[in-house]
């Protein structure tokens, strides 16, 4: 089988396209012939084994899992021992990250995590939804009308698909990302919009309720700035260092009423049913740029890494 291949950690020129064998399914696994894998930012995490926990669970000097690519849609073509539920030939998906292998035509997956994809999804929408979808629901959970939230690193597809449900709960939903797509956010319908090329959310003097960030750069004492009373800070990824500052000295905020800390998404196929449900009754609705083959994966990458990409890439083997 085709498949992209990465031998040592680095940038995208450390991929190659090669034939392997088609994997046999261990205990416990399902072979998919994968229809579509979404890119995702962990997939450039994994690549360039930065952030240093991307090497805690990839392999510390070299990629135990060769292959990348987490958010998987494939036709189920071999069971393997004591896998009950599932049938050949089902599309399932999931979010695999702890296995990652979804850039190749063929991989095995964990049955326990894989979910049946609904008739009224594609494969290509489907793909956008596990990782990107379960980060948006858990990020927006209990936002009232009114409440001000700001997300930064909006444009991606967690981002895209996090103010979809923060504008339909009624929240004032702010957003923050590079130049090239400042103005295309506004059209989705957000109340404000920043350059953080040209403006430091948390330097502006304004505050928010909620902050929702994709990738975190500033340490508790400027982001605490940036909160209401009462408010609630959650950080999706970003340095090791950053996130452990968030982490223990957010505590030092908590008598002013300011939760600052990291966002625990409940990673699994409950939220996975959860977010394709939603999609499927219209409440959540990935904004896919464009479809590409497995040859596009190293660009893919590198414009998901340099936060190029408006929404998601799908790549279809």
């Known amino acids: 089988m085709r498949a992209v291949v990465q031998d040592i950690y680095g940038g995208p020129e450390r991929l190659r396209i090669a034939d392997l064998p088609v994997p046999e399914p261990g205990t416990g696994q399902v072979r998919l012939k994968v229809s579509a894998c979404a890119v995702n930012l962990s997939d450039w995490e994994y690549l360039t084994g930065n952030p240093f926990y991307a090497r805690m669970v990839g392999g510390l000097f070299r990629p135990k899992q060769p292959v990348l690519g987490s958010d998987i849609v494939g036709l189920v073509d071999a069971l393997g ?6 049938g050949l030939g089902q599309r399932v998906t999931g979010d695999f990250v702890m296995t990652r292998g979804g850039f190749a035509e063929y991989v095995c997956v964990p049955a326990d995590h894989a979910v049946t994809v609904p008739e009224a999804l594609s494969d290509v929408i489907a793909a956008c939804l596990p990782q990107a979808g379960g980060i948006a629901v858990a990020g927006t959970e209990g936002l009232n009308a009114g409440t001000r939230l700001l997300i930064n690193g909006a444009g991606g597809g967690s981002g895209t698909m996090a103010l979809q449900l923060a504008k339909a709960a009624g929240a004032h939903v702010t957003v923050v990302d590079n130049a090239g797509k400042v103005a295309w956010l506004k059209t989705l319908g ?15 003097g304004a505050c928010w309720d909620r902050i929702l960030d994709m990738v975190a750069t500033r340490g508790p004492g400027r982001i605490a700035r940036a909160l209401a009373p009462g408010g609630r800070y959650r950080a999706v990824g970003g340095e090791v260092g950053v996130l452990l500052s968030l982490v223990f000295g957010g505590f030092a905020y908590r008598l ?5 800390g990291m966002l625990m998404v409940p990673s699994g196929r409950a939220l996975t049913e959860r977010v394709l ?3 499927v009754e219209g409440r959540i609705a990935p904004h896919l740029e464009a479809v590409l083959p497995l040859d596009a994966v190293p660009e893919a990458l590198r414009r998901t890494g340099q936060g190029e990409v408006r929404g998601k890439l799908v790549i279809c083997p």
């Open 190 to 204: 957000v109340d404000a919009a920043m350059d953080y090329g040209e403006v430091d959310f948390a330097g502006t």
């Open 277 to 279: 449900r939603m999609a």
């Open 81 to 86: 021992e004591g896998v009950t539920g599932i």
């Open 256 to 260: 002013a009423g300011k939760s600052i």
